[in-house]
């Protein structure tokens, strides 16, 4: 900066600065909003993910994302042009009706509009004074969520990226309140001297909650399973005992409701009896099948999850809310402060009477998730749940009679919720060989791409397993599972 004269700095002008980037945001959108639209019609009737003859054809079908760093950019509307024109017809269509996979839901109309608006006024959800606007939507839609789960109003919550951080909030919580029974302040002082903390549950627990052990400090070996036999189905008796050894030292309970494979529960009314009997802290894993609750035939299985102390539960699964959301629900909301707060000069005061998200959570810059999971409650109210949730049970149940009468097919677990867990059995298959042929059919059905799911090992046996979370999901498109299935089991037999 040149000295004027009087020895002032002349106030700066754009003169001489680098050029700023073209403003052409208007374009672009409509360029996006025109291709996404295009996108979304096409979902009901298009494959769930496109047709490749070998895993390998996806590195082809994708060569033309490669390359170094451009020195000179595209534009703003030629690479948005690009995405829209070669990318999005290389998606799995995880949003669509056919896509049966990891329990993942689609994103519904009001949702993915949501989701738009919070990408346009982009704003930081950790602290009141970065959004009123999102906090205060979190703190609504967080309410709500517990109405429609049953979980009690003065309970503390936050929005997390998924179950994992939801399943990893609510163990931080927990090793908080269980490393204090041992006399120490764990989030200060840290672990060193204290015991392994004990977490027991079933074998339904999900890989995530020994990630956030692992994550969290304690050793992903600190979960100790009590399965009842190969299904991994809880043994109550076994667990009581381990809990009695323990002579009155704190533990952690991890109550699964509704594992992956087929849907199915630990009993968590039971376990929270223990709880209460014992120095126990009950964390419910909820990721899906917090949802039970929503339908007469269902909400037994969630009978209970009022008593426990943390519960996780997920959005981009049943709630069909976009990627990438979850929601931890803790019993005694001091305790997500305690664990959660960043204390820095230039970020809010600890005493600040807001609501800051950051202070609860894992993350500090956070994205406004809440815009998509106001949106959609707000769109849809309980009813519209209640009878997503009850179709979703009907495709199931519909589904597993199919399988039930086919004399090929193996119904592997009963239908307890959205999953359904079988297996192709073709009469005069040995047994020996039926592991194998799942897995080749499992394979051959991802290639195939009309439908889209995954397979398992179910006590012992390979298996497969549709989850049915998704809005637009039809008892039709469940019904093309067992069409291709079967295409693939007779040219597999004509080989
Ligand atoms: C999906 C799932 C998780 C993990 O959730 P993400 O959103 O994938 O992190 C945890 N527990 C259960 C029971 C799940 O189904």
Known sequence: MSPTPTGEAAPPTAEGLPAALPDDSAAVLELAGKAAAEYVAALTDEPAAPRRQHEDDWQDALARFTGPLPDQGMGAAAA??????HALPQAVRSSGPRYFHFVTGGTTPAALGADWLAATIDQNAAAWVCSPLATQLETVALGWLKELFGLPAPWGAVTTT??????????AAARRWWARRHGVDVDVQGLAGLPVMPVFGSGFAHASIAKSLGMLGLGRSALRRFPADGTGRLDLDALR??????????????????EPDAGRFDPVAELADLAAEFD???????????????DGRTAHLVEGVERAHSVAADGHKWLNVPF??????????????????NQAAYLVDVDDPHINYANLG????????????????????????????????????????QVRQDPDLELLAPVVLNAVCFRVRPRGVPEGELDALNRRLAEQLLLDGRVHLGATTFDGRAALRPVFANWRTSPQDAGLILEVLRELLDRETAA
């Open 162 to 171: 998924g179950g994992t951080m939801a399943n990893f909030t609510g163990l």
């Open 324 to 341: 990438d959301t979850g929601f931890s629900f803790v019993r005694d909301p001091a305790l997500l402060g305690s664990v959660f707060t």
């Open 241 to 258: 005992t381990a809990l009695r050894e323990l002579d009155g030292a704190p533990a952690v309970l991890v109550a699964t409701a509704g």
């Open 362 to 401: 894992p993350d500090n810059s956070r994205r406004a998730r809440s815009l998509a999971v106001w949106a959609t409650l707000a769109a849809y109210g309980r009813d519209g749940y209640r009878q997503l949730v009850s179709r979703h049970l009907a495709v199931a149940t519909g589904f597993a009679e």
């Open 80 to 85: 948005v042009r690009e995405l829209a024109e």
């Open 280 to 294: 126990v802290w009950l964390h419910v894993d909820g990721a899906f099948g917090l949802f039970a609750a929503l």
